[in-house]
């Protein structure tokens, strides 16, 4: 085989599993969300050992005014373009999250509460802690935290 | 007859037996008048295959006998400067030779030879994408968040739009710093409090 040929073989290999290389790499990496339902109490206690520590001084930070807080659920869901995921919260409702689809480098997410008729359409960057709270619940309130991965 | 003597007998009729072998031979054939008539026999009918193959042979046509078996020569293994050249004729000529085994050797002769840049492309192709899916190291004293904040040029979530027909009231509460989260308030309205007194002023 001339060494042309070779070279010309050669690039052509490379474009090609390049090619089929990253799509496939990129089509298989599923955006996933974890959702922590915590319920925040003004009742003094000690804070919940199952809540990590960084988001329990993130809670700390953001949610000054309560006293304790206490893990009710964790879940970890994997997202699809056009699909939604149900989170049940204690108070008989769902909260419920589309995803649809990601924006450079924001995903786009519908998050709505059926119950209290609200609907909120967010952008939301990767491995970004938010919340979602001030439902009432026991003497105090439920606190949604959502993290993308 | 037995076999041995059938064999010594074709043997000798080729002109294999070594000088001994063949005197012996002939020595027995003496005591045999069997094994006479059957060198006679066979002797004859060698005879009527050589004349019978070279009348033939004249009248066969031998012209394009060595060109075809080159050409099947090539189809096993084709040279690497006529693999070219001569590879879209030899398909439309060759249809009715080109089976599954057929295929599966040329497959196994192109492998052969392309072997090297496939594998170069392949090596290559790999290392680009381990590049590409490879995340980027955070630079030193970076949280994640910042990472992404950074990159992003946006701190945290941001609300695009909201759509609320209950009775609740939603506030969304944004970062100030980089280590805070965002926050959307669902506030449980206290509606009996809220509800201002006659004559009161509401706010």
Same mark, same amino acid.
């Given at each position: 085989?001339? *060494?042309?040929?070779? *070279?010309?073989?050669?690039?052509?290999?490379?474009?090609?599993?390049?090619?089929? +290389?990253?799509?496939?790499?990129?089509?298989?990496?599923? =955006?996933?969300?974890?959702?922590? =339902? =915590?319920?925040?109490?003004?009742?003094?206690?000690?804070?919940?050992?199952?809540?990590?520590?960084?988001?329990?001084?993130?809670?700390?930070?953001?949610? +000054?005014?309560? &006293?304790?807080?206490?893990?009710?659920? &964790?879940?970890?869901?994997?997202?699809?373009?056009?699909?939604?995921?149900? *989170?049940?919260?204690?108070?008989?409702?769902?909260?419920?999250? &589309?995803?649809? +689809?990601?924006?450079?480098?924001?995903?786009?997410?519908?998050?709505?509460?059926?119950?209290?008729?609200?609907?909120?359409?967010?952008?939301?960057?990767?491995?970004?802690?938010?919340?979602?709270? +001030?439902?009432?619940?026991?003497?105090? *309130?439920? =606190?949604?935290?959502?993290?993308?991965? | 007859?037995?076999?041995?003597?059938?064999?010594?007998?074709?043997?000798?009729?080729?002109?294999?037996?070594?000088?001994?072998?063949?005197?012996?031979?002939?020595?027995?054939?003496?005591?045999? /008048?069997?094994?006479?008539?059957?060198?006679?026999?066979?002797?004859?009918?060698?005879?009527?295959?050589?004349?019978?193959? /070279?009348?033939?042979?004249?009248?066969?046509?031998?012209?394009?006998?060595?060109?075809?078996?080159?050409?099947?020569?090539?189809?096993?293994?084709?040279?690497?400067?006529?693999?070219?050249?001569?590879?879209?004729?030899?398909?439309?000529?060759?249809?009715?030779?080109?089976?599954?085994?057929?295929?599966?050797?040329?497959?196994?002769?192109?492998?052969?030879?392309?072997?090297?840049?496939?594998?170069?492309?392949?090596?290559?192709?790999?290392?680009?994408?381990?590049?590409?899916?490879?995340?980027?190291?955070?630079?030193?004293?970076?949280?994640?968040?910042?990472?992404?904040?950074?990159?992003?040029?946006?701190?945290?979530?941001?609300?695009? /739009?909201?759509?609320?027909?209950?009775?609740?009231?939603?506030?969304?509460?944004?970062?100030?710093?980089?280590?805070? /989260?965002?926050?959307?308030?669902?506030?449980?309205?206290?509606?009996?409090?809220?509800?201002?007194?006659?004559?009161?002023?509401?706010?």
């Amino acid at each position: 085989m001339s *060494i042309s040929r070779s *070279i010309m073989a050669s690039l052509f290999c490379f474009v090609a599993a390049s090619f089929v +290389g990253v799509v496939s790499v990129q089509a298989k990496k599923p =955006v996933e969300l974890r959702v922590a =339902v =915590v319920h925040a109490s003004k009742v003094a206690s000690k804070t919940d050992r199952k809540i990590s520590k960084r988001m329990a001084k993130s809670l700390g930070a953001v949610f +000054g005014q309560y &006293k304790s807080f206490r893990l009710l659920s &964790k879940d970890v869901q994997k997202l699809q373009a056009g699909k939604t995921v149900k *989170i049940p919260l204690p108070v008989k409702t769902d909260a419920i999250i &589309k995803y649809n +689809g990601q924006e450079k480098k924001k995903h786009k997410l519908t998050l709505s509460i059926p119950k209290h008729k609200v609907k909120m359409k967010l952008s939301a960057p990767s491995k970004k802690l938010f919340y979602q709270a +001030g439902i009432r619940y026991k003497k105090g *309130i439920l =606190v949604l935290a959502f993290y993308l991965k | 007859m037995t076999d041995h003597e059938n064999e010594l007998l074709n043997r000798f009729l080729d002109g294999e037996l070594s000088d001994a072998d063949r005197e012996e031979f002939e020595n027995r054939m003496k005591d045999s /008048s069997e094994l006479v008539a059957m060198r006679d026999d066979f002797e004859v009918i060698g005879a009527m295959l050589r004349e019978h193959i /070279s009348c033939e042979s004249e009248v066969a046509d031998f012209s394009g006998f060595t060109a075809g078996i080159d050409r099947l020569i090539d189809l096993q293994e084709p040279a690497p400067t006529a693999a070219f050249e001569s590879s879209v004729t030899r398909i439309n000529e060759d249809k009715t030779v080109a089976g599954p085994s057929n295929l599966l050797a040329r497959a196994e002769s192109w492998w052969r030879r392309n072997w090297t840049p496939v594998m170069l492309g392949a090596a290559a192709a790999a290392a680009v994408i381990f590049f590409v899916v490879k995340p980027a190291e955070p630079p030193t004293g970076l949280q994640p968040n910042d990472e992404v904040a950074a990159a992003t040029g946006n701190n945290g979530v941001v609300v695009d /739009s909201i759509s609320n027909e209950g009775k609740k009231t939603v506030l969304v509460s944004m970062p100030a710093q980089q280590d805070e /989260s965002t926050v959307i308030w669902l506030l449980d309205g206290e509606e009996d409090d809220q509800e201002p007194v006659e004559g009161e002023d509401p706010i």
